[in-house]
């Protein structure tokens, strides 16, 4: 016999989030289907695993999950962008980022963008390795323009 389906509507990305969170299948987002980097947002934001337990029956592998005790996080915030000209993304650090790192650039409403940190300078265009403390102001190279505010992420070192 098969599994039963959970297809679940979704108004807007956050409900959409909560709907995958509670263990729906399948969303939908205004009558049509989700984007597949849509769906892949809520585990690179946060997430727990998830198992049924002994609900169904005893399962064959993992009934329950006890190596971390709270949500898992497969992403970092590094910055925040305050501007962007002639192919230079200016930002504010919100956690540490390293010359040459692989990051994801969110604005709303847009898949992520990927970026590579690329010649990457402080506040004063010096040229560095590392961001190196909280609201640090960093530059990097960037050919696609980001607007104000857009998100800048890499993979969580956890």
């Known amino acids: ?4 389906e959970l297809l679940a509507p979704a108004g807007d990305l956050e409900c959409c989030k909560t709907a995958l969170r509670f263990g729906a ?9 989700v984007p597949a980097w849509v769906l892949q947002e809520p585990l690179k934001v946060s997430h ?13 592998k993992a009934p329950q999950i006890t190596l971390a005790g ?7 915030v590094v910055g925040i962008v305050e501007r962007w000209e002639n192919g230079v993304c200016h930002a504010v650090q919100r956690g540490r980022a390293f010359a040459g ?3 994801e650039a ?7 963008l990927p970026l590579s940190l690329t010649d990457l300078r402080d506040g004063d265009g010096c040229k560095i390795d590392a961001t190196r403390h909280p609201e640090m102001l960093f530059s990097f190279t960037c050919a ?3 607007p104000k505010g857009a998100v800048l992420r890499g993979p969580s070192s956890q």
């Open 101 to 103: 790192d692989a990051l």
């Open 144 to 146: 696609s323009p980001l």
């Open 70 to 76: 709270g949500y898992t996080r497969a992403w970092e």
């Open 25 to 33: 299948d399948a969303v939908y987002l205004a009558g049509r289907p």
């Open 1 to 4: 016999m098969s599994r039963p």
């Open 48 to 60: 727990r695993e998830y198992c049924t337990g002994f609900f169904f029956k005893a399962p064959a």
């Open 106 to 112: 969110l604005a709303p409403g847009q898949p992520p």
